[in-house]
């Protein structure tokens, strides 16, 4: 088991969380491990007076996220909790912190955002993350106000939700912190309110208000408050002025706070005992001590000092007499007073030292039934402390063997599905099959109540599932392995985020230009932006023809005013579909049209697609010559109406036309029963088809589509949603009917 250690450098002005590896090699102790290793270097500044939070505050209230093209990748609750390297496959990502307390308005609160995209490549990759104060600061120049001319003042900023008050008593050196709120219009508001009350020099009360606009976080904004006699207002207020200077925050004095020692083993798991028998043991043991203050004392404690040749219960290696350091080198103990000062990758000096215990030492120690522990203790010259135990076994009774149940770790390349929004499962083993009441307890980090789940086992060696429910989204929780007698280190996993489809009760609806074969044609869309919008439907090709195939509609909703109408249609002697699905048309091919279904996803793993529906197919089915063999409704029959759903790992790319036709691949085999292109893209797959009247006359009713997993779910993220809905079924072949009408509102995935 790996130490660490971590620098935090933090104060009224900055906050640094520094990681530095201790390797496995004497001779590179900050040296590269692998490929693709994330190494995060997090900062905050504020040059304003100090928050009401202490560091240690600023550190454990810190929030890290560490997100790529598929979402929510790592959540790290506290700098504590941030490892000191984390391995990330190659790609681009972005990573984000918030510390603080966020607080309408408040003379010391203050709250702290960072945000820094970031690529990471082969190899070590160091990212420095800067959280700037998110607060809009104001204070008052105390050099503007002569109080023998401004009697009995007070000075109010405010905005909608919270407002702070200046006077005599603190405005020399008051500074108010203010988090602006969001409007109802999702917009943050950006302007304060200031009202100044007192009495003029002639004894007259007067109340003076002025609003700063367009206000910025990280900025402070001094407000003037002068008696101008020159210069009567005539409007109120007397003679008083109120001037704005704004400001930019500035860094200024650090404090800095570091980790105690860390104490590890070099090549071997200080957790774990160094097992052998006598004069079998290969090789030295060598401990690795690094402090980033001086190290004051190093001391090795023991019970039993005459078995293990040491010439005190206690010595400290760093101030015995050169008597003591020359038994122990010839009991084979060394250890060099003179520590080696390094250089960690972020400019911070440690220092570096070894104690080693050579073969010749442990092939000395006699046989015994139970296990020698020597406790080692580092001291820096801070105070901090840290404290390990050297656990040797020597001869087989002494062995103490490792934990009776293990918990493999659910982060898996293999395994993505592990770990859900609301569920993981994990995969258990037990290495002793006498254990009593084996299980897995859980909890969300940083709560105290644990929920425990059994295993069912009946002997070791054997491989169990155990699922941990009732989870949390885009959350941390802590899970140790449990029995009686036995607690394992506690081990974490972190929940995937659940996404929220855009303009899901569709409400939102604009309308564009095209340009047609006849010329430019208005088309309707569901959204507000062709930039940003979530739905498209086949509305630009059938505007050729002066057709609507996708509409708003208030016949039927589920919420809101608006449902989306898919109402398929006939030109010249043509059915176009009613169609509405997440992604884009991209062009019109002759007559024929060109998608990009799929729409950029945070890669989570849904269980379904629920959405209302009301459909109600036409007769009088027309079959497009040549298409009959594709399709499974009949001349002058019912139309079929569908909806289908995937997850996919890249967009799809549909064309209509013949000569060139691609369809979504919903199965391994297209239409002509070749091999579907762009199956293996294929996530998840669900569907549901009518072949009759759905949904009660006049009214909408909740549908469920469930997805089907794919094998490659295991291994492969989903990147992209796609959610077709269609009228007629087989609009792609120009087959349906003209009347097949569907309504469809209030579209959510589902998350079990």
Same mark, same amino acid.
């Given at each position: ?562 449902? +989306? #109408? ?5 030109? =010249?002697? %043509?059915? /176009?579909?009613?169609?509405? @699905?997440?992604?884009? *048309? ?126 490659? +779910? #295991? ?5 992209? =949603?796609? %959610?077709? /809905?269609?009228?007629?079924? @087989?609009?792609?072949? *120009? ?18």
């Amino acid at each position: 088991m790996k130490s660490y250690i971590k620098s935090i450098s933090l104060g009224a002005s900055a906050l640094v969380a520094v990681a530095a590896l201790q390797s496995c090699a004497l001779e590179e102790p900050f040296g590269l491990q692998g490929e693709g290793e994330l190494s995060m270097r997090l900062v905050i500044d504020s040059d304003v007076t100090r928050a009401q939070l202490n560091e240690q505050e600023l550190a454990d209230k810190c929030v890290v996220y560490i997100s790529g093209s598929k979402g929510l990748m790592r959540k790290y609750v506290g700098l504590s909790n941030l490892p000191e390297r984390e391995t990330l496959a190659q790609g681009h990502y972005v990573a984000e912190a918030w510390t603080g307390d966020s607080v309408p308005a408040s003379f010391d609160s203050k709250f702290y955002r960072g945000y820094q995209p970031f690529d990471v490549s082969a190899g070590l990759n160091e990212v420095k993350l800067t959280c700037g104060i998110m607060n809009v600061v104001a204070s008052i120049d105390a050099a503007t106000i002569d109080e023998s001319l401004i009697k009995d003042f007070s000075v109010t900023v405010e905005n909608s939700t919270g407002s702070l008050t200046f006077d005599a008593g603190n405005y020399r050196d008051a500074k108010g912190y203010f988090m602006m709120p969001f409007g109802a219009d999702g917009v943050r508001e950006s302007s304060l309110k200031v009202t100044v009350k007192g009495s003029n020099i002639a004894g007259d009360p007067f109340v003076k208000e002025k609003v700063i606009t367009d206000v910025k976080s990280a900025h402070e904004y001094v407000l003037g408050v002068s008696y101008n006699p020159e210069n009567p207002d005539p409007e109120g207020g007397g003679y008083i002025t109120i001037t704005i200077d704004e400001r930019e925050n500035l860094v200024s004095d650090t404090v800095a706070i570091f980790a105690a020692p860390a104490i590890d083993g070099v090549d071997f798991d200080i957790e774990k005992q160094i097992v052998g028998n006598p004069g079998q043991f290969a090789g030295e043991k060598v401990v690795k001590v690094i402090a980033f203050n001086e190290i004051r004392s190093f001391t090795l404690q023991c019970i039993d000092m005459a078995s293990l040749n040491l010439p005190a219960q206690q010595i400290d290696l760093k101030n015995c007499t050169d008597e003591i350091k020359a038994t122990l080198n010839s009991a084979g103990i060394t250890w060099d007073k003179t520590v080696t000062p390094v250089t960690g990758y972020d400019g911070i000096m440690r220092q570096l030292s070894y104690i080693r215990f050579s073969s010749h030492y442990l092939n000395n120690l006699p046989e015994r039934a139970t296990e020698y522990i020597i406790r080692l203790t580092a001291t820096d010259g801070s105070g901090k402390t840290t404290t390990r135990d050297l656990r040797i076994a020597v001869g087989e009774e002494a062995i103490v063997y490792d934990d009776p149940i293990i918990v493999d770790d659910p982060v898996d390349p293999n395994n993505l599905m592990a770990v859900g929004s609301r569920s993981a499962t994990l995969t258990v083993s037990l290495t002793d099959e006498s254990v009593v009441n084996p299980g897995v307890r859980y909890r969300e980090e940083g709560t105290s109540a644990w929920l425990t789940v059994p295993i069912a086992a009946t002997r070791a060696s054997a491989k169990y599932t155990v699922t941990l429910t009732g989870l949390k989204p885009s959350t941390r929780y802590e899970y140790q392995a449990v029995a009686e007698g036995f607690v394992s280190e506690s081990m974490y996993l972190s929940t995937e985020s659940e996404y929220v489809i855009p303009n899901a009760s569709l409400e939102e609806w604009g309308t564009y230009t095209a340009s047609t074969m006849l010329g430019k044609r208005t088309v309707i869309f569901p959204g507000t932006s062709r930039d940003t919008n979530f739905w498209d439907s086949g509305n630009e090709g059938a505007a050729t023809a002066n057709k609507v195939v996708l509409d708003k509609s208030s016949d039927m909703v589920g919420s809101g005013q608006y449902s +989306a #109408r898919l109402a398929s249609t006939a030109a =010249l002697g %043509i059915i /176009a579909a009613g169609n509405m @699905f997440s992604g884009s *048309y991209v062009k019109t091919d002759g007559t024929d049209g060109v998608l990009s279904l799929g729409r950029e996803y945070d890669g989570s793993h849904p269980a379904k697609v629920r959405v209302k529906a009301n459909y109600r197919p036409g007769g009088s089915v027309t079959i497009k010559s040549g298409n009959e063999k594709y399709v499974d409704i009949t001349e002058g029959g019912t139309d079929h109406g569908q909806i289908y759903v995937a997850l996919t790992t890249a967009p799809i790319e549909i064309r209509t036309k013949a000569s060139n036709r691609k369809l979504f691949p919903a199965t391994k085999l297209n239409e002509d029963g070749e091999a579907a292109e762009d199956y293996d893209k294929v996530v998840a797959y669900g569907q549901v088809t009518w072949d009759a009247a759905f949904g009660p006359d006049g009214g909408l009713a909740t549908v469920e589509i469930p997805f089907e997993y794919h094998d490659i +779910a #295991r291994t492969q993220k989903p990147r992209y =949603l796609v %959610i077709v /809905a269609s009228a007629s079924k @087989f609009g792609d072949f *120009y087959c349906g009917s003209s009347s097949s009408v569907m309504y469809l509102d209030d579209f959510e995935l589902v998350y079990e």
